[in-house]
């Protein structure tokens, strides 16, 4: 629209001037070169995927592609005989650990969100939004100090008794719902607010309740924003590093006792890179595998939110 | 008939319209449980930190060097450093490459081609890709491969800055949006051209927009560990780094993910007090966001 209307804007002028002037040839320079620098966005994606499939060909050459996908015990840093390259506990447990996330972000992110769009003065959006987006600023190595040494001694062991590991999927879960719960508060909020007013006054002029509004017509008609936005708060969760490293511990489990430790396929890289492992040796081509699976499950998350968001903008205007 | 019905009727209109009532009150109310536990979560956090960190705080702290041995004696210099570095640097490359991505995408760029839409799409996508993923990219093509440069600063910040273009390109394209036509069309009207138009009346306008995305791109920055571990980042760096290509370098999430897992308490507590250095950083800089928001929001 923008840029249409400017380019209409600027339209006649060249027709004014004639021929290539030193100022028109001025203006393409700059245009090009602005273009340039657009494309290393382009350059970057282009980037990930070479790093990523170069090396993970290159680990599939000497690990079989079944043994990988489907094998169920993974251990690629063991010593001889025991070394195993299934990344079955590593895809698990990454899923496993991001439920967890979502069930404690789910209903309190929305919740949240309901409260902002529907019943929040203005004055109270003012002090509630700045603390969300301050929780939301909140580096993800802090939570992950928060897991360790407050969540699981005082919160799980302490107050309510459970006898979970150090290193425990229960703990690394919930800091992950403290990470995505302003993800999901503040993208519901504008799925919600996003509403027209018509659809809650002529719910209203029907007779119907505020919580009957709320939930029967506004909800339902920000459906699929609020969908776009758990994807996304499930996608930023299934690839979050430091909250698993910190506080889930370093065994690829297959299981699903929270009290035991787990680990994430990002978590598995982080520690796989800091280790002294040579270069090109197969362990240290698993980070480029993992890798590869880890972006291929957020690329398909975060199609699907685009699909959803579009659906979503579609239907009010 | 009729007359019998009417008390029953209204006792059942009655009954519904008390429930409804409860429901009205007991609704919000769990809503706002929601919001009161994101709000008491975030303050047991700063607490907690704060009580296990400001013991450690001193001068020693922030001029000492880190130490494996000696909890007592050691301190984030290196890390600081680091950090100021890594920020420094990556502010120098997302300025012009955000900024120039943003007026290409919102001024010149034409929807119709199918090229200019890829590169929406892109940037989209890019903003949803795990941060460890561009440690990878770093490590496969800045560290190693076609650049080189070793595990140095420049190779860090460059990570850094990829990762977090898409925050300057996305804040800073509605920065410029938010610039009415009318300003561009008087412009060109007095025989401006286009880039004229840009750099004398969008540009200024749309400044602290684009400069709110940096400071947000900035303190985005500035807390990521997971590409760092990659490009591999040092745990216990002795000297700081004399400049940004040649010499090991580590940063604050670098030095606090070394001491938290460190099993014995002393070294935790100061993992506490490096947090509490990283978040005074932060709020310096959203600090100077909120400012430039406030001082120089123009309203056309």
Redesign the interface.
């Known amino acids: 629209m923008e840029a249409s209307s400017t380019a209409a804007a600027g339209g006649p002028r060249p027709n004014l001037s004639r021929g290539r002037t030193p100022r028109s040839v001025g203006e393409s320079i700059i245009k090009a070169l602005l273009f340039v620098a657009a494309l290393i966005s382009i350059a970057t994606t282009v980037g990930i995927v070479v790093s990523l499939l170069a090396e993970t060909i290159e680990f599939f050459s000497q690990v079989g592609i079944l043994e990988y996908l489907l094998g169920t015990k993974w251990t690629p840093l063991a010593g001889g005989d025991q070394k195993s390259f299934g990344v079955l506990p590593l895809i698990s447990g990454t899923l496993y650990l991001t439920a967890l996330g979502l069930i404690v972000a789910v209903p309190l992110g929305l919740g949240s969100a309901i409260y902002l769009a529907e019943y929040a003065s203005p004055r109270a959006r003012r002090i509630i939004k700045p603390v969300l987006e301050l929780l939301a600023g909140i580096p993800t190595i802090v939570l992950g100090y928060f897991a360790l040494t407050f969540i699981t001694p005082v919160v799980l062991q302490g107050i309510f008794g459970i006898e979970v590991l150090i290193f425990n999927a229960l703990s690394a879960g919930l800091a992950l719902g403290v990470l995505i719960l302003p993800v999901v508060a503040t993208l519901a909020d504008d799925a919600l607010r996003s509403v027209p007013s018509s659809l809650r006054e002529g719910a209203f002029g029907l007779g119907a309740s505020k919580p009957q509004v709320v939930l029967r017509v506004v909800f339902p008609a920000a459906l699929s924003g609020i969908v776009a936005a758990l994807v996304l708060a499930a996608s930023r969760a299934i690839g979050e590093t430091v909250i698993v490293l910190v506080a889930g511990g370093a065994s690829a489990n297959l299981g699903i006792d929270p009290r035991e430790s787990f680990q994430n396929m990002a978590a598995f890289i982080a520690q796989t890179a800091r280790g002294d492992i040579a270069a090109q040796s197969v362990e240290f081509l698993t980070i480029f595998a993992v890798g590869t699976t880890l972006f291929v499950m957020t690329l398909i998350l975060n199609a699907i939110s685009i699909r959803f968001v579009r659906r979503f903008q579609q239907v009010y205007e | 008939m009729s007359v019998a019905e009417a008390p029953a009727a209204r006792a059942v209109v009655r009954g519904s319209s008390s429930g409804?009532r409860l429901?009205?009150i007991l609704?919000?109310a769990?809503?706002?449980?929601?919001?009161g536990?994101?709000?008491l979560?975030?303050v047991?956090?700063l607490v907690?930190?704060a009580v296990?960190g400001i013991p450690v705080l001193s001068g020693e702290f922030i001029t000492g060097f880190p130490s494996q041995i000696f909890p007592e004696r050691s301190g984030i210099q290196s890390a600081l450093v680091g950090t100021l570095l890594l920020m420094a640097v990556c502010a120098v490359f997302i300025v012009?490459?955000g900024t120039?991505?943003a007026?290409?995408?919102?001024?010149?760029?034409?929807?119709n081609r199918w090229w200019n839409r890829?590169?929406e799409?892109?940037?989209?996508?890019?903003a949803?890709?795990?941060?460890?993923?561009?440690?990878?990219?770093g490590?496969?093509?800045l560290v190693?491969?076609p650049l080189e440069l070793g595990r140095v600063v420049l190779a860090g910040a460059l990570t850094l800055g990829?990762l977090v273009?898409?925050v300057v390109?996305i804040v800073g394209r509605e920065a410029i949006?938010a610039v009415p036509?009318s300003i561009?069309?008087g412009s060109?009207?007095l025989g401006a051209?286009?880039?004229q138009?840009i750099w004398k009346q969008v540009l200024p306008g749309a400044l602290p927009g684009i400069a709110t995305g940096v400071i947000l791109a900035l303190?985005?920055a500035?807390?990521?560990?997971?590409p760092l571990?990659?490009v591999?980042a040092a745990?216990f760096a002795r000297f700081n780094p004399n400049d940004l290509t040649s010499d090991p370098f580590s940063a604050l999430?670098i030095q606090?993910?070394a001491w938290?897992?460190d099993p014995q308490d002393e070294f935790?507590a100061l993992?506490?007090g490096a947090?509490l250095v990283?978040?005074f950083l932060?709020l310096l800089m959203?600090a100077g966001a909120i400012y430039l928001r406030n001082r120089f929001e123009q309203k056309w």
């Open positions: 409804a429901r009205e609704f919000p769990a809503l706002l449980l929601c919001i536990f994101a709000m979560t975030l047991v956090l907690d930190v296990d012009p490459v120039a991505t007026i290409y995408l919102e001024e010149y760029a034409d929807n890829l590169i799409v892109n940037i989209q996508n890019l949803a890709v795990p941060s460890i993923v561009y440690g990878i990219l490590l496969a093509f190693r491969g990829l273009l898409p390109i949006r036509s561009r069309e060109m009207a051209t286009q880039w138009t303190s985005r500035i807390g990521e560990t997971a571990i990659v591999g745990s999430p606090i993910l938290v897992q935790r993992a506490a947090i990283l978040l932060l959203n």
